[in-house]
């Protein structure tokens, strides 16, 4: 008889760190996904072998762990370490007190700390059965070479990683790593990113780039089409790397997360609003993108306030039963000339038909489209400025395109719902026809495809290199115009980094509370440095 060592173990991160320490049952533990009686299963975690690895205790108290199979697992003297520079064990190595282990790819898998072995009662001396390929063998090895076999612990192995860091930069010179968080000044939005074949995205940012795009995207589009679209492999690929790109530029700028800050408490209003109308969260990235929530901020177009309605959108969402108006406003060419709209939506061509459009041709080189409306002046009335009303009108107006049957069938609504903001869901049930509103081009489009092809609309028709044509009227063969060609992806980069800021920061606020889950364990956030609020306040640039 001898006696028997039960292993005790505690999860760091993720949805059993609230468990503590936990004591399995010895001589051997196996830890995994899914790895049998009386193993560790390990709830919750993505990136896990049903049988990822295999802790064996011997007689003297002493421990082993072993990866099974091509099984990722990484080992460190302690916590608080970045998992990323240390390499993947290939066989049995030895733990010791307070060290840790990391199973799974990092970002996706689980930290784990071992807090040594008890003895309890007694175990039939026996072979000791694992998975582990080489425990085994490595028992066979007399009590002195078994201490110089495995001797490469934790505080020898991150020495010997330390020295190969070293050797590395003396003969090679330094390893390029990659900060995933704010590098760079930068700027609070991207209008539009381009992707080059030979300039790959960052792997890093893809890896939890599918958890982000199917909680804010394609878990919607499921749900409303009914379609088998739960895989990546059937996701719109150009479409999410589009994004995951847009993530990275944003996620790389300081001034984005200053944004972020600033306008942390109408965010959460919006994701209210949007959340009671029935929408998608992604939606409150919306105002965001238009004017970085700027209530007064004017386009060249006269579309104002954060969410950037046109002027017709005063009697439009007014004949709908809001509480909303857009009147007597003032003409900078024209002071004693005041302007109300009468129809619920713009022109065709905005720029050349609207009335609050001025056009100067006479200065060559020069843009001769510019909003007569006044900008400081403006409209006596303009509930467009106002964020409640702005939004009421914006849940009402998406609401529609996200109602609509053919697009909730599409498999790609919640793309084309963000699309309808920018260029507009269908204006002939406003009296103008417009082929390049979002369900025209839609059904344009998709005629004589088959539904398979369906979800990919978005991503087919993103052609245009940047946001502005080279001619006007040129939409580079799309079916959408070339701004709204670069709307979708941007609109869910900002809403997916918004998410990961706000559940860190603000996890308190009912608001952001969903979120918090993401920025822990295996939450995409979780490998993205996002910033603390604090970094953000005090961060200067010159």
């Known amino acids: 008889m001898t006696q028997r060592w039960d292993v005790r173990i505690a999860a760091l991160d993720g949805p059993m760190a609230a468990q503590g320490t936990q004591v399995l049952r010895g001589p051997v533990v196996r830890m995994g996904s899914n790895p049998g009686p009386d193993g560790l299963t390990l709830h919750g975690y993505r990136g896990l072998e049903a049988s990822h690895a295999v802790i064996s205790v011997y007689d003297d108290g002493g421990a082993t762990i072993t990866p099974v199979g091509s099984a990722q697992l ?32 990092p970002g996706r898998g689980v930290a784990l700390q071992f807090h040594g072995c008890r003895p ?50 003396v003969f090679v010179g330094p390893l390029p790593v990659e900060r995933l968080g704010p590098i760079e000044a930068g700027q609070a939005y991207y209008e539009f990113v381009r992707i080059d074949p030979d300039d790959p995205v960052n792997p890093r940012i893809l890896e939890g780039m599918e958890q982000a795009f199917s909680l804010f995207v394609m878990e919607d589009n499921v749900e409303v089409s009914g379609l088998r679209l739960d895989e990546p492999e059937r996701w719109d690929p150009v479409l999410f790397a589009h994004t995951a790109r847009a993530v990275e530029m944003h996620l790389h700028s300081w001034a984005t997360f200053r944004r972020f800050e600033a306008v942390r408490d109408d965010y959460a209003t919006v994701l209210h609003a949007v959340r009671e109308g029935g929408l998608p969260d992604v939606m409150a990235a919306i105002p965001y993108v238009e004017s970085r929530y700027r209530l007064k901020v004017q386009s060249s177009a006269c579309a104002k306030g954060p969410w950037q309605w046109m002027p017709e959108s005063g009697p439009r969402f007014a004949e709908a039963g809001l509480d909303f108006e857009v009147s007597d406003c003032a003409f900078r060419d024209d002071p004693s000339f005041r302007y109300t709209p009468t129809d619920r939506t713009p022109p065709n061509q905005v720029y050349r038909n609207g009335d609050y459009i001025s056009r100067d041709t006479s200065i060559e080189n020069h843009d001769p489209r510019k909003c007569r409306i006044a900008v400081t002046e403006g409209c006596a009335v303009d509930s467009r400025t106002d964020l409640g009303s702005s939004t009421a009108a ?11 049957a053919e697009i909730r069938g599409s498999g790609a609504a919640v793309q084309m719902v963000i699309g309808s903001h920018y260029s507009g869901y269908d204006d002939a049930k406003l009296g103008v026809a417009k082929s ?15 539904r398979s092809e369906w979800p990919h609309f978005y991503g087919e028709n993103l052609l245009c290199p940047t946001n502005v044509p080279e001619k006007p009227g040129d939409f580079c063969g799309s079916a959408l115009t070339p701004g709204a060609q670069h709307y ?25 509370e969903a979120y918090v889950p993401l920025t822990r364990g295996d939450g995409y956030c979780a490998a993205l440095s996002i910033p603390l609020a604090e970094e953000v306040r005090v961060r200067r640039w010159p």
């Not at 302690?78 to 520079?85: G, I, L, S």
Request: aromatic share 12%; glycine share 12%.
């Open 74 to 105: 990484r080992l460190a003297p302690h916590p608080q370490v970045n998992w990323r520079d240390l390499g993947v064990l290939t066989g049995p190595a030895h733990l010791t007190d307070g060290c840790a282990v990391y199973l799974g790819p």
């Open 120 to 169: 309890l009662g007694t175990w039939q001396s026996g072979e000791l059965k694992s998975d582990g390929t080489s425990v085994h063998a490595a028992r066979q090895v007399g009590a002195g070479n078994q201490k110089v076999f495995f001797g490469l612990g934790c505080l020898i192995m991150a020495a010997a990683t330390a020295m190969m860091a070293i050797l590395a930069f």
């Open 394 to 404: 914006a849940v009402l107006a998406l609401g529609e395109a996200y109602e609509d």
């Open 436 to 450: 390049y509103n979002i369900l025209p081009a839609f059904r344009s489009w998709k005629e004589g495809r088959p």
């Open 488 to 512: 979708a992806y941007s609109t869910i980069a900002v809403h997916v980094l918004a998410a990961c800021y706000y559940g860190l920061n603000y996890g308190d606020d009912p608001a952001f």
